[in-house]
Structures are given as C-alpha cells and as structure tokens.
C-alpha cells in the first residue's frame, strides 16, 4: 500500500536560512509520481511540484529545490534563502496513476523576520 | 482554462443538522473528482471519490456521503452531523484519462464547525 511519511511536524526558522522539507514514501509499484503542495494560511492548496519514478533529475525553481532519490525513498523541499511568505503547510503525496493521491500528514513552516 | 469552485466557504452547524457542501469543475469534461477533510492539526483525508456520474468510492466509513448527479458536480452531505465532523473539507478535481498522473486541482476550501 502507499504511504507518504513527513516525519517533522513543525519547523521554525528565521528569514535568509536555508530549510529542507523531509518525505519518505512506500510504494511497490514502479510506476508512480510525487507532489509537493504548499498550503498558505488561506487554505487552499498550491500545487509545486510533480515528479514520475523515471526521473530523478533534481530540479530547481527559484529559491525552491527538491531532491528525489529512489535508493532511499526520499523526495526532499529545500528552501533557499527562506522568507516570511514562505510560512505555511506543506504536503508530500504520492500517486500510483490513477489511484487517488495519497498524502503525508504535513509539515509546518514558520519562517520568522 | 479549468476552474474549481467550492461552497460555502465557512459553515457553523448544530449537532445533529443536516449538511450539504457542493462542488463544480468548468472547463474539462469527465473529471475524477475528490472530497479530503483536514482536521485541525492533521493531515489530507481522503473521503470519497468519484470516476464519473452515480460512481462514488469510500475510503473511510463515516457519517457523510457523497453524490454526483452530474459530470462536473460533487455534492459532500450529512444527514446529522457529529462534533467530530468538524474540520476544513477540500474538494479536488483531477483528469479522469488513462495515464493520468494523479495531479489533483484543489477547491478554495470549506471551514465546517459543528457545535
């Protein structure tokens, strides 16, 4: 069955450090896709980023990095040079396809200034 | 372009009242469509999901069900809600096509608390 481990609940920063957002997910399909969602204050989810199995390309936006390894099932957020906007929930979730995303129970950013 | 919308936006019920929370997606045709509740302090639960019309699959056995008389239209409902149903009820929509990635689109949000 899938399921998506955020092991750190809440992290507190202050603004310009860098951060990094843990998940660890089980799967035994080969097939499958990761997503990180951002959940400011207001609620609604952000959608960040989508990675399939067969890429493990880090990828870099902005300030906003993520680091897929299969070898240990991880697929790491790290923020760069974090700043206050950047406080809010963040989810990992993992999909099999077509089977609904699953997700990890969130992580709570505070980045104060 | 797609656009989701859910309503209300934040409701305050008594125990024991009924509850219908509604959701429609424009702009794509026969989506999957979600129901998740976030209790305070935790994660994403999966609720219900739909693969098209009359099609509704239940992850968790509950005081609520769930509808969709229509391709685009999910409706959340309660005949009598508890305390515990309180919680923030995100609808979602993903593409309903064979290799789908799973990406989910979410509604704005709705803030339930029963009293």
């Known amino acids: 069955a899938q399921k998506v481990t955020q092991a750190q609940t809440e992290i507190s920063v202050v603004e310009k450090e860098d951060v990094t957002l843990d998940c660890v997910y089980e799967t035994r399909d080969t097939t499958y896709y990761l997503f990180w969602y951002k959940q400011p204050p207001s609620g609604e989810l952000v959608f960040l980023i989508r990675?399939?199995?067969?890429?493990?390309q880090n990828e870099i936006s902005g300030r906003y990095s993520w680091n897929f390894q299969k070898s240990t099932s991880s697929f790491n957020f790290t923020i760069t040079a974090s700043q206050v906007v950047d406080s809010a929930v963040y989810f990992c979730?993992?999909?099999?396809?077509?089977?609904?995303?699953?997700f990890g129970k969130g992580t709570r950013l505070s980045v104060i200034a | 372009s797609q656009t989701i919308h859910q309503w209300p936006a934040t409701l305050v019920q008594p125990v024991g009242s009924p509850l219908s929370l509604e959701c429609t997606v424009e702009g794509t045709s026969n989506p999957n469509l979600y129901w998740y509740r976030q209790a305070a302090g935790r994660g994403l639960q999966l609720l219900f999901y739909?693969?098209?019309?009359?099609?509704i699959s239940s992850e968790v056995p509950q005081n609520l069900s769930a509808s969709r008389p229509q391709d685009r239209q999910f409706i959340l409902s309660s005949k009598k809600l508890l305390l515990s149903d309180s919680g923030f009820y995100l609808c979602a929509w993903s593409t309903g096509t064979s290799g789908s990635t799973g990406e989910l689109f979410f509604g704005e949000g709705s803030r339930l608390t029963v009293l």
């Open positions: 739909s693969v098209g019309i009359g099609q």
């Open positions: 990675r399939n199995s067969f890429d493990e």
């Open positions: 979730a993992l999909s099999e396809g077509n089977t609904p995303l699953v």
